[in-house]
C-alpha cells in the first residue's frame, strides 16, 4: 500500500463548478501539506502549503486537512478551463527536521474543465 | 531571477553510457533534491543536499550520484544508464534545510535505448 493514495481520475467539471480534490495517508508522522499543480509537459508549481490540521485559503483555492482520519482536501471554487491540470499533494514531516527533508507525493489527479 | 533550471530538456541515451543532468538555482537556497516522475507512480525522491559539500539518499537512489561543491548546483549523475531510467527529471530547491516550499525546475526528459 502506497503512504499517499490520490485517485488519479481524470476528473472533467464545466466551467464555474466547485471541484473537491483529495488524498489519504497512511503515514501518522506527516505535519506538513502542500499541494502542487502541474500543467502537461512542465515542473510542479506550488500552490498551497499548510501545517497541522485546518483549513488555509487563498483566493479561489482552500486546503482542508484532517489528521485524525488522515485525508487532505483542495477544494476550487469558480473552475476556470485554466485550472485543467494535474494536482498532486505532498506531505513531510516526522521527527525533528530529518522528516521534514523529503516529500512523500500522490500520484496526481488529472482534471479537465470543460469551457 | 531564474529560478531552478535545469539542462538538458531532452537527452536520448544507449544503455551502458553515462551523464549528467545539470540544476541551477540563483535563489540562494540550501536545500535542493531531485526527483524522477514515471506515470502512475507520481514524484519519487532521488538524492537531496541540505548544503554544499551535505547530500544524502532518497527513495530511489540507485543508479544515481550527486554532489554539491556550490550552493547554485547540484548536477546528477547516471552512471551506467539503463532502460528503467527512462523518466522525467525535476531538480528543486527551497529555503532553509527544509522542503515545504520548493520550487521545481522545468524537468528532462530522459530516455535510455
Known amino acids: 500500500q502506497k503512504e499517499v493514495e490520490q485517485d488519479p481520475g481524470p476528473l472533467s467539471v464545466p466551467e464555474g463548478a466547485i471541484v473537491s480534490l483529495n488524498c489519504t495517508y497512511s503515514n501518522s508522522a506527516f505535519q506538513y501539506f502542500m499541494w502542487y499543480r502541474q500543467y502537461s509537459r512542465k515542473g510542479p508549481e506550488l500552490l498551497m502549503y499548510t501545517y497541522s490540521s485546518g483549513n488555509k485559503e487563498d483566493g479561489r483555492f482552500t486546503a482542508q486537512v484532517d489528521k485524525s482520519s488522515k485525508y487532505i482536501s483542495l477544494f476550487i471554487r469558480d473552475s476556470q478551463p485554466s485550472d485543467s491540470a494535474t494536482y498532486l499533494c505532498a506531505m513531510s514531516g516526522g521527527p525533528m527536521d530529518t522528516g521534514r527533508r523529503a516529500l512523500t507525493f500522490g500520484s496526481g489527479t488529472r482534471l479537465q474543465v470543460q469551457p | ?113
Open chain 2, 1 to 113: 531571477n531564474a529560478g531552478v533550471t535545469q539542462t538538458p530538456k531532452f537527452q536520448v541515451l544507449k544503455t551502458g553510457q553515462s551523464m549528467t543532468l545539470q540544476c541551477a538555482q540563483d535563489m540562494n537556497h540550501e536545500y535542493m533534491s531531485w526527483y524522477r516522475q514515471d506515470p502512475g507512480m507520481g514524484l519519487r525522491l532521488i538524492h537531496y543536499s541540505v548544503g554544499a559539500g551535505i547530500t544524502d539518499q532518497g527513495e530511489v537512489p540507485n543508479g544515481y550520484n550527486v554532489s554539491r561543491s556550490t550552493t547554485e548546483d547540484f548536477p546528477l549523475r547516471l552512471l551506467s544508464a539503463a532502460p528503467s531510467q527512462t523518466s522525467v527529471y525535476f531538480c528543486a530547491s527551497s529555503r532553509g534545510q527544509t522542503v515545504e516550499t520548493q520550487y521545481f525546475g522545468p524537468g528532462t526528459r530522459l530516455l535510455v535505448l
